[in-house]
C-alpha cells in the first residue's frame, strides 16, 4: 500500500540518481529503498526508474510521479510548521463569570482539571447573575455560571443556556433557636416578625422584597457577602436567613464545626414559588467557539 515515506523516498532518490546516496541521506539501509519503491513500481505497474551499474535514471512516469510527490512532501512541512506553532502557542485564559461566592465544587473541580492539564487556565470572576449573562453578551465573558428563576428566564433570550443543577430558597437559622423545631411550613406571620441576615445576592434581595411587598416589611440586620458574617449574626442574634439550599451545601469553605450546623425550614407557604425555584447552568453566546481543552472543562462543571 503507498505510503507518505515512499513519496520523500521519489523525491531524494530523483536529487541524488544513486540508491547508495540517497538510502544514506534518508538514513535507511540500500536494500529497504530499493524494496520500498519495487514495492510501489509494482502496486503502480509503472517504471519510475531505470536501474544501471552507473546509477538511477529517472523514467517520464517517475518525473511526474515525482513532481507529485514533491507537493506532498511541501504540505508535510506545513502541517509540521502549524503543529509547532501550536505547541508554543498560548491560549487566553477561559473568562468565567460566576455567581457571588465561587461554588465549591466549581473550585474542585478546576483544580483536579489544571492538575491533569497543566496548560490550562481559567480567570474566575464573581459578579451578580444578570451582570454575567450581559458580560456573556458583550464577549467580555466566555461563559457564565449563573441561577436564574422562572421570572427572569427572560434573560436567556440571547445566549445558551446548559442547566446543570437546581437549588431552592430556605429558611435557615442555627439549631438553637426557638422556631428550629417547628414544623413546616412556619406561619408567615412568625417568619416575618424575625431579624434577618441575609447575603448580598441580587435574588435574595429581590425575594426579601416581594415578601415585604406582600407581609409587610422585614427587619434586616446586616447584609454581607461572606457566610461566617452571616452564621455568627444567626448565631450571636439568634437571626435567620434566606439562602438557596445549594449555596449551604456547597459553599467554598466548610469549617467542620457541629455548631455550623443549620436548620432549614420550608418557605412554599409565602406563595412566592417563581421567585424561589432556581435552576443553575451555564451560559455562553451561540457559535462560541472553545478550544478542546476549554470544552472539556465546561462539559465537567457541576453544581
Not at 509503472?46 to 546509477?55: E, I, Q
Not at 447573575?129 to 441561577?147: H, M, S, Y
Request: glycine share 6%; aromatic share 8%.
Amino acid at each position: 500500500m503507498m505510503n507518505l515515506d515512499q513519496m520523500l523516498y521519489l523525491v531524494e532518490l530523483s536529487k541524488t540518481n544513486t540508491i547508495s546516496q540517497a538510502a544514506k541521506n534518508l538514513n535507511i539501509s540500500q536494500a529497504g529503498l530499493s524494496q520500498s519503491l519495487d514495492s510501489l513500481e509494482n502496486e503502480l505497474d509503472v517504471k519510475l526508474f531505470n536501474r544501471t551499474r552507473h546509477g538511477t535514471t529517472i523514467t517520464q512516469a517517475g518525473e511526474q510521479m515525482v513532481l507529485h510527490a514533491k507537493e506532498i512532501e511541501n504540505q508535510l512541512g506545513l502541517i509540521r510548521q502549524v503543529a509547532e506553532q501550536q505547541k508554543h502557542e498560548v491560549t487566553p485564559p477561559l473568562q468565567m463569570g460566576v455567581m457571588n461566592e465561587v461554588p465549591g465544587s466549581l473550585l474542585d473541580w478546576l483544580l483536579e482539571f489544571q492538575d491533569q492539564h497543566p496548560t490550562f487556565k481559567a480567570s474566575l470572576r464573581e459578579a451578580n447573575n444578570r451582570q454575567i449573562v450581559k458580560n456573556v453578551e458583550n464577549g467580555e465573558f466566555d461563559v457564565g455560571l449563573i441561577a436564574i428563576n422562572r421570572s427572569n428566564f427572560q434573560w436567556l433570550r440571547n445566549v445558551q443556556f446548559k442547566q446543570i443543577g437546581k437549588g431552592t430558597f430556605k429558611l435557615y437559622m442555627t439549631p438553637n433557636h426557638y422556631l428550629a423545631k417547628h414544623p413546616d411550613p412556619i406561619p408567615v406571620e412568625l417568619i416575618c416578625e424575625q431579624d434577618f441576615a441575609l447575603f448580598t445576592d441580587d435574588y435574595i434581595e429581590d425575594f426579601a422584597d416581594h415578601i415585604s411587598a406582600k407581609y409587610g416589611a422585614l427587619n434586616v440586620i446586616v447584609q454581607s457577602t461572606s457566610f461566617r458574617v452571616i452564621y455568627e449574626s444567626m448565631r450571636k442574634f439568634q437571626a435567620v436567613s434566606i439562602i438557596r439550599d445549594s449555596q449551604i451545601n456547597n459553599r467554598l469553605y466548610q469549617t467542620g464545626l457541629e455548631t455550623d450546623a443549620l436548620i432549614e425550614h420550608d418557605l412554599s407557604g409565602l406563595g412566592l414559588t417563581d421567585d424561589q425555584q432556581f435552576q443553575y447552568g451555564l451560559v455562553w453566546l451561540p457559535g462560541k467557539q472553545f478550544t478542546d481543552l476549554q470544552e472539556a472543562f465546561i462539559n465537567g462543571v457541576r453544581i
